[in-house]
């Protein structure tokens, strides 16, 4: 039996999660049952992480243990005929016994696109189209103040069963891909439900205004949801890479 580590790019749109869910598809279960098809043997597999419903990745990395003689490189094209067209293994490589996908894994980053726009721009459906008019240089030192070491819990849902709020953001950046349009890239080494997509409100809701910005010390000292934006949606949300 060896373990193998896996990197994985999905387009969440048509899954409701990664997780598998007991009357939902999920990519998990896609996932599982092209393994399984393939070596001819129930395989599960474990993830970096979960990501919700609508949510998609390109770097998801995911381990799973197996007595395949099929060469570990071969294995993202032996599945590509088990798998639907918006899941796919990109690479695959044995890993030590000790591996392990979420507990081995150090930091990851996610990607948030944005699109500022009052009208509906079809060619950019995978951006939070916000009908606001921002100011690019709020965005930017709001994104800055929440970089660091801080208590979290007010960029948190309700839904979970965490005890620890404390995470640190490595880097946070704006980048600008087009006009009106733009990335936020975060780093860290965990993020809490939902917690990249209430950053993402929270820091638009102060780029236009609604919120100010001192909201966010507020937040870190009282841990209180009630104070920050809205929760962006996941569509635009992407896992790109996770780090061991």
Known sequence: MARYKCI????????????IQPNA????ECTEKALSDLFGVA???TASGRTDSGVSARGQVIHFD???????DKIPFALKSFLPNDIAIISCAKANDEFH????????TYSYQ???????????????????NIDLDLLN??????KGKHNFKAFMSSGSDISNFEREIYDIELIKTANDCFTIKITA???????????VGTALDIARGKIDIANLDKMFESGDRNLGGHTAPPEPLTLEEVFY
């Open 43 to 45: 395989t599960k597999i």
């Open 66 to 72: 197996s007595y395949t003689e099929i060469a570990e």
């Open 101 to 108: 996908a979420r507990f081995s894994a150090k930091a990851k």
């Open 141 to 146: 030192a709001a994104l800055l103040k929440i």
């Open 189 to 199: 080494n965990g993020f809490l439900y939902n917690m990249v997509r209430i950053i």
């Open 25 to 28: 598809l999920t990519v998990q």
């Open 8 to 19: 994985m790019e999905y387009d969440g749109e048509n899954y409701a999660g990664f997780q």
């Open 114 to 132: 944005i699109c500022i726009t009052k009208i509906n721009r079809p060619l950019y459906k995978k951006h939070y189209q916000y009908p606001y």
